[in-house]
């Protein structure tokens, strides 16, 4: 299982970026998978979820400015961004697992990409 995240930059606060998880190996389509991010001394934190029925889950700090979305043929997963702020600096990472079952503890994810950086300047 091969996950390879994109689409990481610098962008200024009220800017958007669109991060995308190219999967192999995988289904996208099958148990869930998940955006988390993590900043150096912080453990890594949830910020979107999807399952294999298309539940989709954000914690309150993103809900209305992140969108999680995948295409199935392509086998990508994605998570479009806007309003960014500050505070949305961090290295971004997409996950997966076998479960359906809702998750956004980094922990019971068994698939991890490398991460992708991306930095908001006030």
């Known amino acids: 299982v091969q996950l390879v995240e994109s689409g990481g930059g610098s962008v200024q606060a009220g800017g958007s970026l669109r991060l995308s998880c190219e999967v192999s190996?995988?289904?996208?389509?099958?148990?869930?998978m998940a955006w988390f991010r993590q900043t150096p001394g912080k453990e890594r934190e949830g910020v979107a979820y999807?399952?294999?029925?298309?539940?989709?889950r954000y914690p309150d700090s993103v809900k209305g400015r992140f969108t999680l979305s995948k295409d199935n043929d392509k086998n990508i997963l994605y998570l479009q961004m806007d309003t960014l702020k500050p505070e949305d600096t961090a290295m971004y990472y997409c996950a997966a697992r076998r479960s359906e079952y809702y998750s956004l503890s980094s922990s019971d994810y068994h698939y991890w990409g490398q991460g992708t950086q991306v930095t908001v300047s006030s």
């Open positions: 999807i399952n294999s029925y298309d539940k989709i």
């Open positions: 190996g995988y289904s996208v389509s099958s148990g869930s």
